[in-house]
């Protein structure tokens, strides 16, 4: 890129903050050729001995990552996933399959591993899930290192200069591993979303990322200067004087609010008038729960389990939910914890079992409850998990997906049976633990007033909710322009939940990521919302708006949007009623 020139690249803001440095290109780009190469039989045994040392190689470099990891203390489910690189290496369906085809096909390893790594690639095609797309990057990841390996080329490394921005196609746990943090100031890479390992890494070290700018890698020279701005997903390459100063401004705006919020962060959000706003945090790793807690949680109003199934080969054990779920409930108690049943579609679970689904639309298909009333047994053993952690805690059951009364219905009755179950066996369990359904289907919202009759709590899961009622895929970046929080059908719906609840004399919250932006607090609140749960860093944020407005005046705003026609207009009179009354709590917008 021209030394002169300045470029601004567009990605997505996967990790709050700011910061100014220099470029440092990670190579971690494919290694795209190599030949094919015929093996004659005599030679078959030395071929797969090349490719078992290539796999011992490859387990002593992420064994030295997991060490690097410990030593600064990384969280321990970044340890865990290059954990689940080590059981790759010699899955049966990675390492077997390569020894299978260089000694069926007479082909040199790498083009085996080559051959292999796209059968498994093709057989996640279909999955819409993010997650899971952004978990099948492991697979590749581990392909890499090991063709490296075979090839002897270097893992790669590179070198840092203080103040480095790390520039990457994508990063694996095991190439931030082995990363000195001292001299790393953020992460920006092409590929990713808000739940790859670039933006999950970079949350736990609470430094800023920007993921998804498709060619950063190719356009961003070595050494060239850059602007990160994870707080609006923006790069700034070579910036000219009068943005490093701006932006020098906003990273000391942005560190002064950080500070002033964290102070603030444990102590409760009560409204001008008086009324305390319960702000729960979003839980994915039980290695999480302190930071969860550390930043402001009262409690946790999402824990998303399917994190427990999607970082190992096997289906995990009553025992593994159990142990999970015990560690966070004791962590959180007297707080709350709500645990989420499996909210999975069923192709990656399947995959490890060797039974894959191919599901033309798998975000339609069969996942979370809809996967659970059909494979019982997998339900079971968790339920039995969570009721069993419930004994030492405050914990509350919370099925997702619920579209209708006869899979709430069904859930019930093998909830009651599990608890009979373990009745008869003399396990203790909390009896009256609390059942919620999320609602994230539009025909749950429609029906809530049915529904809340048979439930303890409702949880509006507004990320789900807004995709299928605006019939816009979330992870879809062609129509992201249409992923409306405030679109009036997203707010009818909400409000239709809200006022079938509190009619059946239940609780609602909302766990979506529209509960993190504290731009919508005010009309939430006035909505009736009674408890916000989401990410981490947005608690204090959402505490603090809660602390400026008083309910009345957030009823009459809710009232007025309410009325207006498009998300446009509501967003407009936000920004004027909201952002522009609050300009220490909006320094960056
Ligand atoms: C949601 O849909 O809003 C939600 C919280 O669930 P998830 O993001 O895990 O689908
Ligand atoms: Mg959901």
Same mark, same amino acid.
């Given at each position: 890129?021209?030394?002169?020139?300045?470029?601004?690249?567009?990605?997505?803001?996967?990790?709050?903050?700011?910061?100014?440095?220099?470029?440092?290109?990670?190579?971690?780009?494919?290694?795209?050729?190599?030949?094919?190469?015929?093996?004659?039989?005599?030679?078959?045994?030395?071929?797969?001995?090349?490719?078992?040392?290539?796999?011992?190689?490859?387990?002593?470099?992420?064994?030295?990552?997991?060490?690097?990891?410990?030593?600064?203390?990384?969280?321990?489910?970044?340890?865990?996933?290059?954990?689940?690189?080590?059981?790759?290496?010699?899955?049966?369906?990675?390492?077997?399959?390569?020894?299978?085809?260089?000694?069926?096909?007479?082909?040199?390893?790498?083009?085996?591993?080559?051959?292999?790594?796209?059968?498994?690639?093709?057989?996640?095609?279909?999955?819409?899930?993010?997650?899971?797309?952004?978990?099948?990057?492991?697979?590749?990841?581990?392909?890499?290192?090991?063709?490296?390996?075979?090839?002897?080329?270097?893992?790669?490394?590179?070198?840092?200069?203080?103040?480095?921005?790390?520039?990457?196609?994508?990063?694996?746990?095991?190439?931030?591993?082995?990363?000195?943090?001292?001299?790393?100031?953020?992460?920006?890479?092409?590929?990713?979303?808000?739940?790859?390992?670039?933006?999950?890494?970079?949350?736990?070290?609470?430094?800023?990322?920007?993921?998804?700018?498709?060619?950063?890698?190719?356009?961003?020279?070595?050494?060239?200067?850059?602007?990160?701005?994870?707080?609006?997903?923006?790069?700034?390459?070579?910036?000219?004087?009068?943005?490093?100063?701006?932006?020098?401004?906003?990273?000391?705006?942005?560190?002064?609010?950080? @500070?002033? &919020? =964290? *102070?603030?962060?444990?102590?409760?959000?009560?409204? #001008?008038?008086?009324?305390?706003?319960?702000?729960? +945090? !979003?839980?994915?790793?039980?290695?999480?729960?302190?930071?969860?807690?550390?930043?402001?949680?009262?409690?946790?109003?999402?824990?998303?389990?399917?994190?427990?199934?999607?970082?190992?080969?096997?289906?995990?054990?009553?025992?593994?939910?159990?142990?999970?779920?015990?560690?966070?409930?004791?962590?959180?108690?007297?707080?709350?914890?709500?645990?989420?049943?499996?909210?999975?579609?069923?192709?990656?679970?399947?995959?490890?079992?060797?039974?894959?689904?191919?599901?033309?639309?798998?975000?339609?298909?069969?996942?979370?409850?809809? @996967?659970? &009333? =059909? *494979?019982?047994?997998?339900?079971?053993?968790?339920? #039995?998990?969570?009721?069993?952690?419930?004994?030492? +805690? !405050?914990?509350?059951?919370?099925?997702?997906?619920?579209?209708?009364?006869?899979?709430?219905?069904?859930?019930?009755?093998?909830?009651?049976?599990?608890?009979?179950?373990?009745?008869?066996?003399?396990?203790?369990?909390?009896?009256?633990?609390?059942?919620?359904?999320?609602?994230?289907?539009?025909?749950?919202?429609?029906?809530?007033?049915?529904?809340?009759?048979?439930?303890?709590?409702?949880?509006?899961?507004?990320?789900?909710?807004?995709?299928?009622?605006?019939?816009?895929?979330?992870?879809?970046?062609?129509?992201?322009?249409?992923?409306?929080?405030?679109?009036?059908?997203?707010?009818?719906?909400?409000?239709?939940?809200?006022?079938?609840?509190?009619?059946? +004399?239940?609780?609602?919250?909302?766990?979506?990521?529209?509960?993190?932006?504290?731009?919508?607090?005010?009309?939430?609140?006035?909505?009736?919302?009674?408890?916000?749960?989401?990410?981490?860093?947005?608690?204090?944020?959402?505490?603090?708006?809660?602390?400026?407005?008083?309910?009345?005046?957030?009823?009459?705003?809710?009232?007025?949007?309410?009325?207006?026609?498009?998300?446009?207009?509501?967003?407009?009179?936000?920004?004027?009623?909201?952002?522009?009354?609050?300009?220490?709590?909006?320094?960056?917008?």
């Amino acid at each position: 890129m021209d030394q002169r020139q300045v470029h601004i690249l567009h990605g997505v803001a996967a990790s709050a903050g700011i910061a100014i440095g220099k470029a440092v290109i990670m190579d971690t780009r494919k290694i795209e050729r190599y030949p094919k190469i015929r093996i004659t039989e005599s030679l078959l045994s030395d071929e797969i001995k090349r490719f078992d040392d290539a796999v011992k190689t490859s387990e002593k470099q992420i064994r030295e990552a997991i060490k690097e990891l410990e030593a600064h203390n990384v969280g321990k489910e970044h340890s865990f996933i290059l954990e689940t690189h080590m059981m790759m290496l010699t899955d049966p369906a990675l390492s077997g399959r390569v020894r299978e085809l260089i000694t069926t096909e007479h082909i040199n390893a790498e083009w085996a591993l080559k051959t292999a790594l796209l059968e498994i690639e093709k057989s996640f095609e279909s999955i819409g899930d993010e997650y899971i797309k952004s978990r099948v990057a492991d697979t590749t990841f581990v392909g890499e290192r090991l063709l490296r390996n075979l090839i002897g080329k270097k893992t790669s490394r590179c070198h840092l200069l203080d103040n480095s921005i790390i520039v990457a196609h994508d990063l694996s746990p095991a190439d931030t591993a082995m990363l000195n943090k001292e001299k790393i100031l953020g992460f920006a890479t092409d590929v990713g979303g808000l739940t790859s390992h670039t933006s999950i890494i970079a949350h736990s070290l609470e430094m800023p990322a920007v993921v998804g700018l498709e060619n950063a890698s190719m356009l961003i020279n070595p050494g060239d200067n850059l602007i990160l701005d994870g707080i609006s997903g923006v790069v700034i390459v070579n910036p000219s004087e009068n943005q490093i100063l701006e932006y020098e401004h906003r990273e000391r705006s942005f560190i002064t609010l950080e @500070l002033k &919020l =964290k *102070e603030k962060a444990k102590s409760p959000a009560v409204t #001008r008038d008086g009324k305390y706003v319960k702000v729960k +945090g !979003n839980l994915e790793f039980k290695d999480e729960v302190k930071t969860v807690l550390d930043h402001g949680a009262e409690g946790i109003g999402l824990y998303r389990t399917e994190f427990l199934y999607l970082n190992r080969n096997h289906v995990p054990s009553e025992e593994d939910h159990y142990q999970a779920y015990k560690t966070v409930v004791e962590a959180v108690s007297p707080y709350n914890t709500v645990i989420r049943t499996l909210d999975l579609g069923g192709d990656k679970l399947y995959s490890s079992l060797g039974k894959l689904r191919n599901e033309m639309n798998p975000v339609m298909g069969l996942r979370a409850i809809r @996967l659970c &009333l =059909k *494979e019982v047994d997998v339900f079971r053993t968790q339920l #039995r998990g969570i009721l069993r952690a419930s004994h030492y +805690g !405050n914990t509350s059951i919370m099925f997702p997906m619920i579209s209708g009364m006869d899979e709430l219905m069904k859930a019930k009755e093998i909830l009651e049976e599990t608890k009979d179950n373990l009745l008869k066996e003399g396990i203790p369990f909390d009896e009256n633990i609390p059942v919620g359904i999320m609602i994230e289907v539009p025909s749950a919202a429609i029906i809530a007033d049915i529904l809340a009759s048979e439930v303890d709590f409702f949880s509006i899961g507004t990320n789900d909710l807004i995709q299928y009622s605006l019939a816009i895929d979330r992870g879809n970046e062609y129509v992201n322009y249409l992923y409306e929080p405030l679109h009036p059908a997203v707010l009818r719906l909400i409000k239709f939940t809200v006022d079938a609840a509190h009619d059946a +004399g239940i609780t609602v919250s909302m766990c979506g990521e529209m509960a993190g932006r504290e731009i919508y607090t005010p009309i939430l609140l006035g909505m009736g919302i009674d408890i916000l749960s989401t990410n981490a860093f947005a608690i204090s944020h959402v505490k603090e708006m809660a602390r400026k407005v008083d309910l009345d005046q957030c009823r009459r705003i809710a009232e007025h949007v309410f009325h207006m026609k498009t998300a446009d207009e509501i967003y407009e009179f936000m920004n004027q009623e909201i952002v522009g009354k609050s300009p220490d709590l909006f320094v960056l917008s």
